[in-house]
Nanobody, 126 residues
Framework: QVQLVESGGGLVQPGGSLILSCAAS????????MSWIRQAQGNKRELVAKITPTTTDTEYGDFAKGRFAISRDNAKNTITLHMNSLKPEDTAVYYCFAAEVKYYSGTYHYTGLEYWGQGTQVTVSS
């Protein structure tokens, strides 16, 4: 059974920092690109950050560039999101997302096998 368990959410003041973690189990972690996706109330889900299995490639939503940093530990099957300079508009539920990929022809290809965590609430407010 695949499980993605997020932790680290909570209430933080504007300008503060927060670290989110996601522990994965039940899947070959090294075969999955891992992402943080967020959804604010009334809004669509949006990509926060993504990291490939080899950790060499990352991608960020425009709002996250320069403030957030994603990393992964393939030995511990975990990913982490460091969030700095948090703003009230960062308030959302943050989901851990795993997507199976296969590497060939010089790039990663998604197989369509995906898993979601249950989400963790991040609230930025004074």
């Amino acid at each position: 059974q695949v499980q993605l368990v997020e932790s680290g959410g909570g209430l933080v003041q504007p300008g503060g920092s927060l670290i989110l973690s996601c522990a994965a189990s039940g899947l070959p972690f090294n075969s999955y690109a891992m992402s943080w996706i967020r959804q604010a109330q009334g809004n669509k889900r949006e990509l926060v950050a993504k990291i490939t299995p080899t950790t060499t490639d990352t991608e960020y939503g425009d709002f996250a560039k320069g403030r957030f940093a994603i990393s992964r530990d393939n030995a511990k099957n975990t990913i982490t999101l460091h969030m700095n300079s948090l703003k009230p508009e960062d308030t959302a539920v943050y989901y851990c997302f795993a997507a199976e990929v296969k590497y060939y022809s010089g790039t990663y290809h998604y197989t369509g096998l995906e898993y979601w965590g249950q989400g963790t609430q991040v609230t930025v407010s004074s």
